[in-house]
């Protein structure tokens, strides 16, 4: 499969979506001071917080992220990107209802981010929520549904990745929603259950941008030049 300039973009949009979201996470959650942050307690949206003091009646924990702006504005970035991937390797994922069925999910994933970063929890609870819910739980049996694209289109060829990520990021969301941590605390839960989609679009990003570019046929180019 040859690549168009416009897939190439989207390719590469999605290499770097994953980065911007790990990095600030480290970043941010090293600025944490008394409690330091922890991967395993604390949750993803924990960093995003705006005010300090106690959250979740679920699990109580004192939460203080002073770089929370670093943290929302990486979220936004991520989104953005995620999106962008989406929509410029559209045509170039395959056809057919199971691939646009899985797109549309992918699509609504990378909307929750969005959402997300734009409503953190200790401002507007319910759309923070509802983010949360598009990213592991639309996004990610969208993810599973990509694995299950036909051998004849581009998903179908990485087929093996896809139905680890979405197989993974499925047992992370039921056993995060459970509140079972499995030895990793129920906050490194939650990154199984976040953290495959952008994982896997950096890998089939780069797995793309490795593609040939698309070269213009003989016939094209003949018309091209008039």
């Given at each position: 499969?040859?690549?168009?300039?416009?897939?190439?973009?989207?390719?590469?949009?999605?290499?770097?979506?994953?980065?911007?979201?790990?990095?600030?996470?480290?970043?941010?959650?090293?600025?944490?001071?008394?409690?330091?942050?922890?991967?395993?307690?604390?949750?993803?949206?924990?960093?995003?917080?705006?005010?300090?003091?106690?959250?979740?009646?679920?699990?109580?924990?004192?939460?203080?992220?002073?770089?929370?702006?670093?943290?929302?504005?990486?979220?936004?970035?991520?989104?953005?990107?995620?999106?962008?991937?989406?929509?410029?390797?559209?045509?170039?994922?395959?056809?057919?209802?199971?691939?646009?069925?899985?797109?549309?999910?992918?699509?609504?994933?990378?909307?929750?981010?969005?959402?997300?970063?734009?409503?953190?929890?200790?401002?507007?609870?319910?759309?923070?929520?509802?983010?949360?819910?598009?990213?592991?739980?639309?996004?990610?049996?969208?993810?599973?549904?990509?694995?299950?694209?036909?051998?004849?289109?581009?998903?179908?060829?990485?087929?093996?990745?896809?139905?680890?990520?979405?197989?993974?990021?499925?047992?992370?969301?039921?056993?995060?929603?459970?509140?079972?941590?499995?030895?990793?605390?129920?906050?490194?839960?939650?990154?199984?259950?976040?953290?495959?989609?952008?994982?896997?679009?950096?890998?089939?990003?780069a797995l793309l941008a490795e593609t040939p570019a698309d070269r213009p046929t003989p016939n094209q180019s003949a018309a091209a030049r008039g």
């Amino acid at each position: 499969m040859n690549l168009n300039r416009t897939g190439r973009t989207g390719a590469l949009c999605w290499v770097v979506a994953a980065p911007i979201f790990l990095v600030a996470s480290l970043v941010t959650g090293l600025r944490w001071r008394q409690p330091a942050y922890s991967w395993a307690t604390h949750n993803i949206s924990d960093l995003g917080n705006v005010h300090c003091g106690i959250w979740d009646t679920t699990r109580p924990r004192y939460v203080c992220s002073p770089w929370h702006p670093l943290m929302n504005a990486a979220m936004l970035t991520t989104a953005v990107l995620l999106a962008a991937g989406l929509l410029l390797t559209w045509r170039s994922l395959g056809r057919g209802g199971l691939v646009r069925s899985a797109q549309t999910l992918l699509l609504l994933a990378a909307g929750g981010y969005a959402l997300a970063a734009r409503y953190p929890a200790d401002v507007d609870e319910n759309l923070h929520v509802l983010g949360a819910f598009l990213i592991m739980g639309l996004g990610n049996v969208g993810l599973l549904l990509a694995g299950f694209a036909p051998n004849t289109t581009v998903l179908g060829r990485w087929r093996a990745l896809t139905l680890a990520a979405g197989l993974t990021a499925l047992a992370g969301t039921v056993l995060f929603f459970a509140q079972e941590g499995l030895g990793i605390g129920v906050g490194g839960m939650e990154r199984v259950a976040v953290l495959p989609f952008p994982t896997w679009a950096c890998c089939l990003g780069a797995l793309l941008a490795e593609t040939p570019a698309d070269r213009p046929t003989p016939n094209q180019s003949a018309a091209a030049r008039g």
